[in-house]
Every structure is written in structure tokens, then in C-alpha cells.
Nanobody
Framework: QVQLQESGPGLVKPSQTLSLTCTVS??????????WSWIRQPPGKALEWMGF???????YFTPSLKSRSSISRDTARNQFTLRLSSVTLEDTAVYYC???????????WGKGTLVTVSS
């Protein structure tokens, strides 16, 4: 059974950097052809896919967030970490990590963690 768990601060101040870590069990983030995503959902809005890190370590981001986003990984701990810089109130959201389903969408999700941007 694949499980993902998000962790990180629940409150970030404007202009600071949001940092969230996803810990994976039941699969390896280096498994061939696996992709690991971050998705968020602001209050009252739709899910927004943010970006992924591939099994190779390559990353890709949605264009609107590319300039502020990075994803890194710790293969020894089987974790990957999202960093979003220069946050504003509009970055308040529930953040999810997930494994990409090869046939489309995501097949395993974390439970999500609420990050509030507030001074």
C-alpha cells in the first residue's frame, strides 16, 4: 500500500518561503517512470496542479508558478520537498502530494495539509 504524508508549517508570513515535505512509503520515489506531484486547493477554489519531480530527479512546474517553485528530494529518506518563494495571501491553500497514475491523474494522495499565509 502506497502512502504519502505531507508535513511542514501551517502558517507562513507574506514574502517568506513555504516549505513542505512529502514522505512516501510503500514505493520508492526513484522507481522507474514514477512521477511525484504537488497539488493545492485554495479555499473555495478548484484543485491546482503545481509541479512534479520525476524518478530521475527532473522537475516540471505549471508556468504560473515556475518562477517561485522548486522541488527537491532526499532519496535516502524517500521524501520530496516543495518550496514556494515570495508567498502572498493567495497561496493560502490545502497542499497535497500525490503519485502520478501512468494512465492519467493521480492514484495515491496524501491527506493534505493546510498552509495559511498571514502576517
Amino acid at each position: 500500500q502506497v502512502q504519502l504524508q505531507e508535513s511542514g508549517p501551517g502558517l507562513v508570513k507574506p514574502s517568506q518561503t513555504l516549505s513542505l515535505t512529502c514522505t512516501v512509503s510503500g514505493d520508492s520515489i526513484t522507481t522507474d517512470l514514477s512521477f511525484w506531484s504537488w497539488i493545492r486547493q485554495p479555499p473555495g477554489k478548484a484543485l491546482e496542479w503545481m509541479g512534479f519531480i520525476a524518478y530521475s530527479g527532473a522537475t516540471y512546474f505549471t508556468p504560473s508558478l515556475k518562477s517561485r517553485s522548486s522541488i527537491s528530494r532526499d532519496t535516502a529518506r524517500n521524501q520530496f520537498t516543495l518550496r514556494l518563494s515570495s508567498v502572498t495571501l493567495e497561496d493560502t491553500a490545502v497542499y497535497y502530494c500525490a503519485r502520478d497514475d501512468p494512465t492519467g491523474g493521480m492514484d495515491y494522495w496524501g491527506k493534505g495539509t493546510l498552509v495559511t499565509v498571514s502576517s
